[in-house]
């Protein structure tokens, strides 16, 4: 009987196995070689948002440009372009349930939260986030509650000291009064309520330029101003300085604009013009 040789007896005993092992050894050398060479293929972009086309624009179409201001012809005073709002809304208001903690440490001034009825918030997240919103700008430190004379609790029964009111663009005509006839927001002591524009709590404010979360926070803090005692307004005191919270930033932060809507009011046409400013104490 022939002997086999050691390669005959391998062969035998791996079958096929025996010629495709180093076969693909090979093969793997020769891949390991030509990556080194070429440096590699590189990675194909994800299909998704990450791929952006040369010219600078996601899937060939330009992102807006945002130039950062109102037409030159658009009046300080006016309302901007925006969302949908509620003309009229029923006359009566719904308190937003929710209470919240004392915040600040002088004397207590209680508020509700309420909406008109008719007025719907989905647009902007709802009664809930309305409320939270004011919540959240009278307890920050920049807010009134710097100053220790004082401090705020939200309750959602009884009488508060004021009734924090997101009000129709009609009602807030016979709230307000509409001499100067433009959207306004104001403090009406028989009412007992602070009176904010909802026109302007969807589409703020000129002097704000797109600013929609600052412009609630003044408008928040600027008529609860008046709630507190602050009754009269006040004009820029320094030329490209911060507008003071009770200055009429709906209509301006140049005093040149404030005074040719009321000629008969406290500020001067002086040409200063300050920058918007939605604090009573911005630097707390």
Request: aromatic content about 10%.
């Given at each position: 009987m022939r002997r086999q040789s050691r390669l005959g007896r391998f062969v035998a005993t791996y079958g096929w196995r025996a010629y495709a092992v180093p076969v693909l050894a090979i093969l793997t050398v020769i891949v390991v070689v030509d990556a080194l060479r070429t440096g590699g293929d590189p990675p194909e972009a994800a299909a998704t948002g990450d791929t952006v086309a040369e010219s600078g624009a996601v899937g060939g179409v330009p992102a807006p440009v945002a130039d950062g201001t109102f037409p030159d012809d658009l009046?300080?005073?006016?309302?901007?372009?925006?969302?949908?709002?509620?003309?009229?809304?029923?006359?009566?208001?719904?308190?937003?349930?929710?209470?919240?903690?004392?915040?600040?440490?002088?004397?207590?001034?209680?508020?509700?939260?309420?909406?008109?009825?008719?007025?719907?918030?989905?647009?902007?997240?709802?009664?809930?986030?309305?409320?939270?919103?004011?919540?959240?700008?009278?307890?920050?430190?920049?807010?009134?509650?710097?100053?220790?004379?004082?401090?705020?609790?939200?309750?959602?029964?009884?009488?508060?000291?004021?009734?924090?009111?997101?009000?129709s663009q009609m009602t807030i005509r016979q709230g307000c009064g509409y001499d100067i006839e433009l959207e306004v927001s104001c403090f009406n002591p028989g009412l007992g309520r602070v009176l904010l524009n909802e026109p302007r709590w969807v589409r703020g404010a000129v002097a704000f330029q797109g600013d929609i979360g600052s412009y609630?926070?003044?408008?928040?803090?600027?008529?609860?101003?008046?709630?507190?005692?602050?009754?009269?307004?006040?004009?820029?005191?320094?030329?490209?300085?911060?507008?003071?919270?009770?200055?009429?930033?709906?209509?301006?932060?140049?005093?040149?604009?404030?005074?040719?809507?009321?000629?008969?009011?406290?500020?001067?046409?002086?040409?200063?013009?300050?920058?918007?400013?939605?604090?009573?104490?911005?630097?707390?």
């Amino acid at each position: 009987m022939r002997r086999q040789s050691r390669l005959g007896r391998f062969v035998a005993t791996y079958g096929w196995r025996a010629y495709a092992v180093p076969v693909l050894a090979i093969l793997t050398v020769i891949v390991v070689v030509d990556a080194l060479r070429t440096g590699g293929d590189p990675p194909e972009a994800a299909a998704t948002g990450d791929t952006v086309a040369e010219s600078g624009a996601v899937g060939g179409v330009p992102a807006p440009v945002a130039d950062g201001t109102f037409p030159d012809d658009l009046p300080s005073g006016a309302l901007p372009e925006g969302g949908p709002f509620t003309a009229a809304g029923t006359g009566a208001w719904r308190v937003v349930p929710g209470t919240s903690g004392q915040v600040g440490t002088g004397r207590v001034y209680t508020y509700t939260v309420e909406i008109e009825d008719g007025v719907d918030t989905a647009g902007y997240g709802g009664d809930a986030a309305f409320a939270r919103m004011v919540d959240e700008t009278l307890a920050n430190p920049k807010s009134w509650i710097q100053d220790p004379a004082f401090a705020f609790r939200r309750v959602d029964q009884g009488e508060p000291d004021f009734r924090v009111s997101l009000t129709s663009q009609m009602t807030i005509r016979q709230g307000c009064g509409y001499d100067i006839e433009l959207e306004v927001s104001c403090f009406n002591p028989g009412l007992g309520r602070v009176l904010l524009n909802e026109p302007r709590w969807v589409r703020g404010a000129v002097a704000f330029q797109g600013d929609i979360g600052s412009y609630r926070q003044y408008l928040i803090n600027h008529e609860i101003g008046h709630a507190l005692g602050f009754a009269a307004h006040e004009g820029c005191g320094s030329d490209g300085g911060l507008a003071p919270i009770m200055m009429q930033q709906s209509f301006g932060t140049a005093n040149d604009d404030i005074a040719g809507l009321d000629p008969e009011g406290v500020v001067p046409r002086d040409g200063l013009t300050c920058r918007f400013n939605p604090w009573p104490y911005p630097r707390a």
